[in-house]
């Protein structure tokens, strides 16, 4: 299958310092990725829908000054989470779907990232 | 709008015996639907999906899963379990008429798998 990449997998950082996680489809295009967060013991919560060449769009109650969201090229994704505070550690999961495939492809996973905000 | 609901948060099951975990959903227009699973600290691995034709859908490792639109559900099944298939797993919709294409995630249901 299609690979995700999500960098970094793990991040430690200082509150009110502004942490930045990458997603890339390593083998296919994508106009859309999307980016989850996942609680301990709980579902995958959708933030936002990143699209290629134009601003994501944001669930309701996601602050989108907050996570900021690029997607600059077709390979690439990327979460910026901006003056971090503890309660903004979890696990962040990007996800992606072929653009061959963009109907009713699968979604492709990266690894996840576990952020830990001191 | 569209929704999934996974009625058990565990499933436990001896190894080689057969496994069914649950999955309705709920969608405005036709569904696709997707299987998934995740392992401690990871993200999720594809296993299977339904769009269209048969509803007996064949997916990786050995598992299956059934469509059955009258009762609207997408259960989750294999013949015998193995005790490394325990794992979170999550059940997703995708409206196929809906104005985006997001994914819907279930709760999710821990298998667990004794020896």
């Known amino acids: 299958g299609a690979v995700v990449s999500q960098h970094p997998s793990r991040v430690i950082c200082k509150s009110g310092t502004s942490v930045k996680i990458e997603c890339r489809s390593l083998d296919f295009q994508a106009t859309t990725m999307f980016w989850y967060r996942q609680f301990p013991k709980q579902s995958l919560m959708l933030m936002a829908t990143?699209?290629?060449?134009?601003?994501?769009?944001?669930e309701q109650g996601v602050e989108k000054d907050k996570f900021l969201i690029n997607h600059a090229s077709l390979t690439l994704s990327t979460l910026t989470v901006t003056s971090a505070h503890p309660e903004d550690s979890s696990f962040y999961i990007c996800?992606?779907?072929?653009?061959?495939?963009?109907?009713?492809?699968?979604?492709?996973f990266g690894e996840g990232s576990r952020l830990t905000v001191l | 709008a569209q929704s999934v609901a996974q009625p058990e948060d565990q499933v436990n099951v001896a190894e080689g015996n057969p496994l069914t975990v649950k999955c309705t959903y709920s969608?405005?227009?036709?569904?696709?639907l997707f299987w998934y699973v995740q392992y401690p600290n990871r993200g999720l691995q594809f296993l299977l999906k339904y769009i269209t034709g048969d509803n007996l859908v064949k997916g990786s490792y050995g598992f299956e899963a059934e469509f059955n639109k009258s009762q609207t559900s997408f259960h989750l099944k294999k013949p015998s379990a193995l005790v490394s298939d325990s794992a979170l797993y999550f059940c997703a919709v995708r409206d196929s008429g809906g104005a985006t294409n997001k994914l819907i995630f279930g709760t999710g249901t821990l298998l667990a798998v004794q020896p």
């Open positions: 969608v405005s227009g036709n569904p696709y």
């Open positions: 990143s699209n290629e060449g134009s601003k994501a769009t944001y």
């Open positions: 996800s992606a779907r072929d653009l061959a495939n963009h109907n009713t492809g699968e979604l492709f």
